[in-house]
């Protein structure tokens, strides 16, 4: 079953997951010991993870790591840019209104 990588990202756990991965490959023992709950809760969401292609998985002896897949990870970021520069856009005028503000305010001081 292929999933949604958008559904996978949606919970703050797996997104958690995520960011530990990023940072180096980690085994499922490795990873349950980061989080408050048992390490069959964050086997279901690596898995789901795996199935939406955002990680892939690797065998070293008796160990399977787990990694991030740069890919599909620019997948999201690329469909999220956009957003990103609308948001920055409105934050900047945002800022640009209140500098005007404070400018106002200090000049109707000084007029007093």
């Not at 048992?38 to 898995?47: L, N």
Request: aromatic fraction near 8%; charged fraction near 35%; charge should be positive.
């Amino acid at each position: 079953m292929r999933r949604d990588i958008f559904q996978a990202i949606a919970d703050p756990t797996r997104r958690a997951i995520l960011s530990l991965i990023m940072l180096q490959a980690m085994t499922p023992n490795a990873l349950a010991e980061e989080f408050d709950t048992t390490r069959q809760a964050v086997s279901k969401h690596i898995k789901v993870l795996q199935e939406c292609g955002v990680l892939s998985s690797k065998q070293v002896g008796r160990e399977i790591y787990y990694q991030a897949e740069a890919r599909k990870l620019k997948e999201i970021a690329d469909w999220i840019e956009p957003f990103r520069k609308v948001w920055e856009d409105r934050f900047d005028n945002l800022d640009k209104y209140l500098a005007n503000i404070q400018k106002e305010n200090k000049n109707a001081k000084r007029k007093k």
